[in-house]
Structures are given as C-alpha cells and as structure tokens.
C-alpha cells in the first residue's frame, strides 16, 4: 500500500437540514471516499470545488437519508469518467446500490487512500448497522464512522434494532480507544446535551459541554468529530448498567422536548 505523508483528511459535506456526509480526502490523491451520501448533489458539488474523483462509498444501514444518493452518483461518475465508484454496505443495500457487501469482521482496502477500515456489525439503530473503523496511524487516533448508532452525547433511535442490541453496540463502540473519534452521520449534539442535563442536572462534564456546544452552534460551526473520551464522560447512554436501563432511557429521549 502506497504511504502518504500528509495525514487523511476527513472533511464534511452537509445534507438536508443536518445530515453528515463525511469524505476521507488526501492532498495527494485525486480519489475521495465517501460515507452514507442521502443526497447526491452536494457530494457532486465537493467533488467538483475539490477537482476530486469518487472511488467509494461507504453505507452505515439502509435509511433513506444514508443511501438515497448512491444511484445519481454511480451514475455521476460513470459519466464523468467512466468508472463507477465501488459501494460497500450491508447485505441488506443490494438493492439501494451496494456493489460489494460486507458484515462484521471484514477488512476494506482503499488502497488509493491509503486506508484499511474494519466493518464491526452495530445493530440496534436497525438490524442492519454495520460501523467503519480505521484503526490508530503513527500520525493520527483511531477513527470510526458510525452512522446513526452512537452520536454526540446521545445514540440513535431503535427503528428496528432492540435495546439489548445497541446496548452490546453501544459497549462495544464505548471500548475503543478514548482518543478516537466518533464520526456520526447527524449533528444532534446540542438537543442531545439538553436531555443529558436533564438526567444529570449536576453533571459539570456535561454542563461545560453543553456550553461550549451552545457556543458552537450559535456560530452554525460543527460539534463533530467527538471522541470516545468526550462520550464517556457526557453520554448518558455510555453510563446504562444493562439493556433494561438503556431501553428505559431511550425511551425518555424519544419523549423529550427541551422547551
Ligand atoms: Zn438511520
């Protein structure tokens, strides 16, 4: 695998009202990968501001919101080059545009980034979760792409998963490194800091959090990439002692309003 001197860049591209498409970019390569592209324009529009070439996609889980572009820019760069970009997803993508499925346990190669990913299977959020984790280089931690499993301070819905799954995912993804980071698919972070104070009212993790992020947003600028470190100390679904504790606390999120 060629080395590159210049760390990877992992840039995003915004979708919708606040879905991530994150692109893992290199100066020195015209090859970008992309994961859970929803929309495809705005990755066209990267591509072409950047002079960059598509030459992967990466798909968390089925949604919509993670797949719907795939098709237009399959199509994109088969016209624009003639080569279609290889789609890595679950099984369960095949018909969303995934050319090369993967599960738990399987290595990717992207061998003109440079970058070998790890797929570990993260249902809860959905059945079909898979996460991309790119383990520690001599110059920089460990990153992981976790689609809508483990956010900022919070964790996906259970739309299809049960809470015993993302509990084991959530544990799971919680055993990474403390310096890695956390590359979700939505910027919720804010809304997320809210319902954690509202469990842990005295938190001062949470509570200066919650300021610095109330900062952030207030200039539009991005909450993410978090870090396991981060998480652990203000995630309160990080903090569950079993799946019936997670599922309870799930439950309260997704009947919390902050006003
Ligand atoms: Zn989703």
């Not at 979700?184 to 972070?189: I, K, Q, S, V």
Request: glycine share 8%.
């Amino acid at each position: 695998m060629t080395i590159f001197s210049a760390p990877l860049s992992i840039s995003p591209i915004h979708a919708f009202d606040d879905n991530l498409i994150w692109c893992l970019n290199r100066k020195e390569t015209d090859h970008v990968v992309v994961v859970d592209p929803g929309e495809a324009k705005p990755v066209i529009d990267w591509l072409k501001t950047n002079a960059k070439r598509l030459g992967g996609i990466l798909i968390t889980h089925h949604h919509g919101d993670h797949t719907g572009g795939i098709k237009e820019l399959v199509d994109y760069c088969r016209t624009s080059y003639g080569q279609a970009p290889t789609v890595y997803g679950p099984q369960s993508c095949l018909s969303k545009g995934v050319t090369s499925v993967v599960h738990e346990a399987s290595q990717i190669h992207l061998k003109t980034l440079g970058v070998t990913l790890q797929v570990l299977f993260v249902p809860g959020h959905t059945n079909d979760h898979l996460a991309y984790l790119m383990n520690e280089e001599s110059n920089q931690p460990a990153a992981v792409f976790c689609g809508d499993t483990l956010f900022a301070a919070g964790c996906g819905r259970l739309l299809g998963g049960t809470a015993e799954q993302m509990f084991d995912s959530l544990n799971r993804l919680a055993a990474l490194p403390p310096q890695a980071r956390i590359y979700c698919a939505h910027e919720y972070t804010l809304g997320n800091l809210l319902f954690a104070k509202a469990v842990y009212p005295d938190s001062p993790a949470i509570n200066e959090r919650l300021i610095k992020v109330q900062g952030l947003r207030s200039q539009n600028r991005l909450t993410l990439p978090s870090t396991i470190a981060e998480e652990l100390l203000t995630n309160p679904f990080l903090g569950c002692a079993s799946a019936m504790e997670f599922g309870h606390l799930r439950q309260a999120k997704d009947q919390f309003r902050s006003n």
